[in-house]
């Protein structure tokens, strides 16, 4: 990972990372097929037709996320006038400039992912406070307006009049394209809605630390750069309290807020529907 010091001698790490069943909608059962019991991981090691065309309808879903989200800390960057990004070709929408390939597979496999950091200089800024806040903010910002885009189509093909034949999902044809839409339009804004929170979580090297530590002043300001560092300990513990203990604390701090972000997007029929057709591609997507 690129450092960049800061005029106040503050080491900027480079901005990236990525990573409840209701029919009713609980919280509970939407986390449950974002992987965090490590379910794709299997998939992989036991590759069907099913879970290969799973696999290719996932992929572009993955590569958009996460690229939109490291453009934007790049472009955020370059309108404030930090060039850095820019000159390592940052401030694109071609995501071979982005992906990590051990981050993008690591989304595959769990609940969480990266792409490749976006170097920044605060110095660069007129505002180095304000300038770095809006960078860092732009990320999980541009991950919400996907959620939202697609919570949004979530919403209007009810009231369009698209809607999913129900009854063919078990029948021998499988899921039609109808079923596949809604679906995969479900997984797009769970993924994009827990990618934002996530990395508001105020823990290194997170989005959500840089954005603590901005707010803090003097010295209370110091001693948390003194040992941002021991924040990538505590973000291991909290994922593997879920697989380890069967103590999901990651999906307890972001559940609740995630479903009323989806159901406020996609309204209760919406996800709903969203939520049915994406049980209906189990053998598909173990996700």
């Known amino acids: 990972m690129r ?6 001698g503050i080491r900027v790490d480079g901005i990236g990372v990525g990573n409840e069943r209701r029919t009713g909608l609980g919280y509970a059962d939407i986390m449950d097929f974002n992987g965090t019991d490590g379910n794709l991981l299997l998939a992989f090691l036991d590759l069907t037709p099913q879970s290969l065309v799973g696999f290719i309808v996932l992929a572009p879903l993955i590569a958009l996320s996460l690229t939109v989200h490291e453009f934007w800390h790049a472009y955020s960057a370059e309108l404030l006038g930090d060039h850095t990004a820019k000159r390592e070709g940052r401030c694109t929408l071609n995501p071979l400039m982005h992906l990590d390939p051990i981050g993008t597979i690591a989304l595959f496999i769990g609940p969480v992912g990266w792409a490749r950091p976006v170097p920044f200089d605060p110095r660069n800024f007129r505002n180095a406070s304000r300038g770095t806040m809006i960078t860092v903010a732009a990320g999980p910002a541009s991950n919400l307006g996907l959620a939202l885009i697609a919570g949004l189509l979530l919403r209007a093909l009810p009231a369009l009049g698209v809607l999913p034949d129900l009854g063919a999902m078990s029948g021998p044809r499988g899921p039609t394209f109808v079923t596949w839409l809604y679906g995969s339009l479900t997984m797009f804004m769970f993924m994009n809605t827990f990618l934002c929170l996530f990395n508001l ?18 010295e209370a300001r110091q001693r948390f750069i003194e040992r941002q560092h021991l924040g990538v300990f505590v973000l291991i513990a909290l994922l593997v309290s879920g697989p380890v203990f069967g103590v999901p604390i990651i999906r307890m701090i972001i559940g609740g807020p995630a479903v009323r972000l989806m159901e406020l997007f996609a309204g209760e029929k919406g996800l709903a529907l969203g939520l049915f057709c994406r049980e209906g591609l189990d053998s598909f997507m173990p996700w």
């Open 3 to 8: 450092r960049l010091h800061t005029s106040s």
């Open 201 to 218: 979580i105020p823990l290194y090297p997170l989005d959500g630390h840089h954005l603590f530590r901005e707010t803090l002043k003097g």
